[in-house]
């Protein structure tokens, strides 16, 4: 028997927080008299900054370590998982890592009687709206927490790494118990608090996890790309050239089709138009070149290409304008100019609703995480006059 757990997790942002927590596993399972190991896809997936990624651990009782590699080592993608952590809950909307073949379910690996764990502040409810349906039951665990963000060299410590391991001996006791995440963590760091963290994370699990019935979910809208078999080759390859051009209005700036990356967000820019004062810093610093000029001086922007990278909101000087909000407040990739055109009133209050008041702005700092400054909400603004100044505070 063989028990498997995949860790999704952004790229570079998570990248050590993932491998940290395969690799537990991979020794808490030995403690406990089983075999195991840990390995990351990352050879198909080259990591880029909050691209969809993966670790893997591997956990069997009655197998040889050749065996059990033999068995899963080489695999390029895996069949199914007994256990899905989800490191950033904004990633339940679709996964596609670094030059993978289309977007997939989050829970696409999930087996039956399966555990999607999600790190969420967020409802069942709330993510309910984009974790499509399965043909047959498995459970969703929901573990408390914000999205764990460091770096590629350098790990956040704020106990995530405990609290997981707590929540996956909670929702299978099979791949590692809880007794031995305990002594592992007290052998391994000789601080009782992290061993309490991960006690408390999976006495949480245990309370907040559910059945997820047949058929409960999302539709899931995203077509898999079919690639040509190998006897479909006539041993040429043509790679289309990127067409180019540009005109005035949403999408259209040239962009290449193929090199979509609205998954890799957490984050994205809310304008409020009525603010903007036309300067074009957004346009001109967009690394990602999201915006698009528009014929009546504004810049509309095209979420399939945005990162979430805040740029814009960084370097927007009117307050308010452009602000960051969560990507799981959004259920789709609508232009918010051509929203702004046809309704205007209707798009402030649209647009407020998706800013509310807290604000997520990042340490400059790496693996410092980043803070929660309270935002004001802001009334919409004659044409003449714009909002200069706003009261900010720490919450």
Same mark, same amino acid.
């Given at each position: 028997?063989?028990?498997?757990?995949?860790?999704?997790?952004?790229?570079?942002?998570?990248?050590?927080?993932?491998?940290?927590?395969?690799?537990?596993?991979?020794?808490?399972?030995?403690?406990?008299?089983?075999?195991?190991?840990?390995?990351?896809?990352?050879?198909?997936?080259?990591?880029?900054?909050?691209?969809?990624?993966?670790?893997?651990?591997?956990?069997?009782?009655?197998?040889?370590?050749?065996?059990?590699?033999?068995?899963?080592?080489?695999?390029?993608?895996?069949?199914?998982?007994?256990?899905?952590?989800?490191?950033?809950?904004?990633?339940?909307?679709?996964?596609?890592?670094?030059?993978?073949?289309?977007?997939?379910?989050?829970?696409?690996?999930?087996?039956?009687?399966?555990?999607?764990?999600?790190?969420?502040?967020?409802?069942?409810?709330?993510?309910?709206?984009?974790?499509?349906?399965?043909?047959?039951?498995?459970?969703?665990?929901?573990?408390?927490? @914000?999205?764990? %963000?460091?770096?590629?060299?350098?790990?956040?410590? *704020?106990? #995530?790494? &405990?609290? $997981?391991? +707590?929540?996956?001996?909670?929702?299978?006791?099979?791949?590692?118990?809880?007794?031995?995440?305990?002594?592992?963590?007290?052998?391994?760091?000789?601080?009782?608090?992290?061993?309490?963290?991960?006690?408390?994370?999976?006495?949480?699990?245990?309370?907040?996890?559910?059945?997820?019935?047949?058929?409960?979910?999302?539709?899931?809208?995203?077509?898999?790309?079919?690639?040509?078999?190998?006897?479909?080759?006539?041993?040429?390859?043509?790679?289309?050239?990127?067409?180019?051009?540009?005109?005035?209005?949403?999408?259209?700036?040239?962009?290449?089709?193929?090199?979509?990356?609205?998954?890799?967000?957490?984050?994205?820019?809310?304008?409020?138009?009525?603010?903007?004062?036309?300067?074009?810093?957004?346009?001109?610093?967009?690394? @990602?070149?999201? %915006?698009?000029?528009?014929?009546?001086?504004?810049? *509309?922007? #095209?979420? &399939?290409? $945005?990162? +979430?990278?805040?740029?814009?909101?960084?370097?927007?000087?009117?307050?308010?304008?452009?602000?960051?909000?969560?990507?799981?407040?959004?259920?789709?990739?609508?232009?918010?100019?051509?929203?702004?055109?046809?309704?205007?009133?209707?798009?402030?209050?649209?647009?407020?609703?998706?800013?509310?008041?807290?604000?997520?702005?990042?340490?400059?700092?790496?693996?410092?995480?980043?803070?929660?400054?309270?935002?004001?909400?802001?009334?919409?603004?004659?044409?003449?006059?714009?909002?200069?100044?706003?009261?900010?505070?720490?919450?």
């Amino acid at each position: 028997m063989i028990k498997s757990v995949e860790v999704q997790y952004r790229g570079i942002f998570q990248k050590n927080l993932g491998k940290f927590i395969g690799g537990d596993i991979v020794q808490i399972a030995t403690r406990m008299g089983q075999i195991a190991f840990s390995n990351g896809r990352y050879s198909d997936s080259p990591e880029r900054n909050g691209v969809p990624c993966k670790y893997f651990a591997f956990v069997t009782p009655d197998l040889t370590e050749e065996e059990l590699e033999a068995e899963c080592g080489a695999a390029l993608d895996i069949a199914g998982v007994n256990v899905s952590l989800v490191l950033d809950d904004s990633m339940v909307k679709g996964v596609e890592p670094w030059a993978w073949h289309g977007v997939r379910a989050i829970n696409e690996k999930l087996v039956s009687k399966g555990c999607l764990i999600v790190v969420s502040r967020r409802s069942k409810d709330d993510l309910f709206k984009f974790i499509p349906k399965k043909e047959y039951d498995y459970r969703l665990a929901l573990l408390e927490g @914000d999205q764990s %963000f460091a770096g590629m060299w350098v790990n956040k410590d *704020d106990l #995530t790494r &405990e609290r $997981c391991l +707590g929540a996956i001996a909670a929702v299978d006791p099979d791949i590692i118990a809880i007794d031995a995440v305990e002594e592992h963590i007290m052998e391994t760091t000789k601080e009782k608090y992290r061993a309490e963290a991960a006690r408390e994370a999976y006495e949480a699990t245990l309370r907040n996890t559910s059945v997820v019935s047949a058929g409960e979910g999302a539709e899931w809208n995203h077509e898999i790309p079919e690639l040509p078999k190998w006897q479909q080759l006539d041993g040429t390859v043509v790679i289309a050239a990127v067409k180019r051009g540009f005109k005035i209005g949403p999408k259209g700036q040239n962009r290449n089709d193929m090199f979509k990356r609205g998954t890799t967000k957490t984050e994205r820019p809310v304008v409020r138009f009525d603010l903007c004062i036309k300067c074009t810093l957004c346009w001109m610093d967009c690394p @990602d070149e999201c %915006f698009d000029p528009t014929d009546d001086g504004l810049y *509309d922007i #095209t979420y &399939e290409y $945005c990162v +979430g990278c805040h740029k814009c909101a960084d370097v927007c000087p009117v307050p308010e304008c452009i602000v960051m909000a969560s990507e799981l407040n959004f259920e789709n990739d609508d232009s918010p100019w051509e929203h702004h055109k046809r309704d205007p009133e209707g798009y402030i209050k649209w647009a407020e609703e998706k800013k509310g008041t807290h604000r997520i702005v990042y340490n400059h700092v790496t693996g410092t995480g980043f803070e929660r400054p309270k935002g004001t909400l802001v009334p919409p603004q004659d044409s003449g006059r714009r909002i200069v100044s706003r009261e900010v505070r720490t919450s």
